[in-house]
């Protein structure tokens, strides 16, 4: 575990070891996040999406990382900034697409936008738009895999800015005094829209309210997906094995504004620059080809990828637009 003194964690200078098979299909989630926000932003620009748009663009290592170290049935919950925690989970680019678009044919039949994504039959729970809120959801799902003994574990993302609200103390409490299997994975990426963390926290490690409950905690940057991925096994294995809960704080960085209406100028280019050097993307890319992938099986990917993600724009433009009226039957 590491240290709690610093609130900035320095990258490492060692990668965790890490083999072509292992690192390849994680550095595809996260190009394919990539590419697919990078076509949201587009078509939002150009009105063809609606509503609020939170990108993750910079932080996809962190989702791509911890959902590796899930069991497909595990459960998933996350914030309004859930496109890549969705795509992890196994939702397809084409249904998270069309759900952006507000068509028929998207996740939540076009209704829920961005922000509340969901696939019960994917485990993915959400998507939620209150800050904090879904901290308690999470605690309830881990609650009902203890109860009826399948071994299921939450995974539970929210940002820095959630560690103030009252929702975030009390998952976090339960969560602890029920011994719930849930590993709370704080994405600090030490802005709450345009609240830097000092602004925010009188004590910038997060990962320090776990000792209130006698809960294990862990801290660590999260540019390696591999390496995040490897922590978050232990949490994940902690949890199910003993259903002890960690809180795990990962510091990260949006490349882009809150949302699609915030320039982010609260920040300057030097700062944006220097984290765009750390991009986790690259890094990844970078790894494959020190470690023999080569340049034709990379280029193949990434052709790959762009056709799915193109693929996915055309079949959100070309289904039928959401249905104006409510209820839907919900079936089981
Ligand atoms: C209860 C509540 N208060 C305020 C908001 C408005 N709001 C939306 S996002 C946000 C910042 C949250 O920052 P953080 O938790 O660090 O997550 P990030 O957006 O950085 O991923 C705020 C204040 C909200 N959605 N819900």
Redesign the pocket.
Known sequence: MSTPEKARVEPDDEPVVATVDELKPLYRQMLAIRRLEEASAKAYSQGKIGGFL?LIIGQEAVCVGATAALRPDDYVVA???DHGHAYAKGISARAMMAELYGKKTGLVKGLGGSMHFFDKGKGFLGGH?????HVPIAAGAAFAAKYRGDGRVALCF?????ST?GGFAEGLALAALWKLPVVLIC???Q???GTPLYRSLAVEDVSMRALAHGMARDRFDGDDVLKVKQRIAIAVERARETNEPTLVEVITY?FRG?SMSDPGLYRTKEEVEEWRRRDPLNRTRVRLEELGMPAADLEALEADVKAEIEDAVHFAETSPPADEYFPYVIKE
Not at 129 to 133: A, L, M, R, S, T
């Open positions: 939170h914030t309004y900034r738009g209150i800050v904090g809120g929210f940002g820095e800015g959630a609200i994405e600090n990426n802005y709450s829209m949006r809150h």
